[in-house]
């Protein structure tokens, strides 16, 4: 029998986002389904989980921007039930919508000041309206998750919401981190992603630092070529890749002598996970989701110095990291509904 939970993924067909909504499409489907709203370019990949149902949104720019939800709207009406659980990820709950309201915080910028972290005025502008709307949406929220425990933090502590520890799942990383292949180590250093907060100007520096006493050393940067800045992308010691598949970005990774993050801000440790697994030595910033990210692995052997964290693959233990399977259950053992207890 299909759960009567009905998931908000409409935002997500990316990174993290994506990562998650197909662990939830794919563990409900093999427990007897539940509702799906997901964004329409998500379509093709959901193909043979038939046991789930979905709403797909294409959603206007400017409806998108000022959060209306008419979509959300039209498919309440449609169901024939009030949700046992509704689960918003990343977007305000304007309403009670199920028995039991979760948000799940995907993206912290909208809660926190962007004047260090050299957003353009747009966008941070949209940021400040969605935290805006996120705050205003608390009322009708019963609990509250996070990925980290920084996020975590950001979020109400009032004792009258529930709050989850919701990491995403480790799947990917620990089957490559345990995989017996043997990659040739290139003398390269990688950067993966070039959003404004990765702060590219401190990972060119850290290469440089490393090019003293590697002369032949080249950096590799992945991502978006229009927001790397000219003297990185006019280097010839450096190689734009433009946007990767993320077979093509874990082979480098897997091949990489370096790899460097010096990110200012994350919603969670997920970001360098797949970096520091794969590279043989790892730079990257102590910001409180990295630092988390160290303790869970057990990497007592790293050094830590002027804000940024040294770490060999070495000296990594997976141990700790949990499977998406084990998050799910955990979010379902949060759940009470009624007189009835989901497990």
Known sequence: MINNFLFNFSSSYKDGGLKRVMAYVQWFNSHGGAYFIVN????????????????????????????????????????????????????PIHSKIGKINWYHLSNVLPLISHSEYGLPLLRSIELKWLGYLTRKGYKN???????SNYSLSLLPSNSKFSHVLSPNGS?????????????????????VGTVFYKDLDSSYNIFLRLQTKNSKLRLVVVGNDAMVPDKIKNDQRVDMM????????????????????????????????????????????????????????????????NGLIHIKK????IDNLDLWSDIIKD?????????????
């Open 40 to 91: 329409i370019r998500m379509q093709k990949l959901l193909c043979g989980y038939e046991n789930n149902h979905y709403y797909y949104i294409n959603s206007e720019k400017t409806e998108k921007a000022l959060n209306r939800q008419n979509y959300l709207k039209k498919i309440l009406n449609q169901l024939p039930f009030q949700p046992d659980l509704y689960y918003s990820y990343g977007i």
């Open 141 to 147: 929220t019963d609990v509250l998750s996070a990925e």
């Open 171 to 191: 799947d990917e990383e620990i089957k490559l981190f345990s995989q017996s292949i043997e990659y040739k180590v290139n003398n390269i250093a990688v950067i």
């Open 242 to 305: 433009g946007e990767l598949k993320h077979s093509e970005v874990v082979s480098l990774l897997s091949s990489a002598r370096f790899y460097i993050n010096t990110s200012k801000v994350e919603n969670s440790w997920n970001a360098i996970s797949e970096g520091i697994f794969l590279a043989t030595e790892s730079y990257v910033s102590d910001i409180p989701p990295h630092i988390e990210l160290i303790k869970i692995i057990q990497a007592d052997n790293y050094e830590l110095n």
């Open 314 to 317: 070495s000296n990594i233990a």
């Open 331 to 343: 979010m379902i053992k949060a759940l009470t509904i009624g007189d009835n207890v989901y497990k």
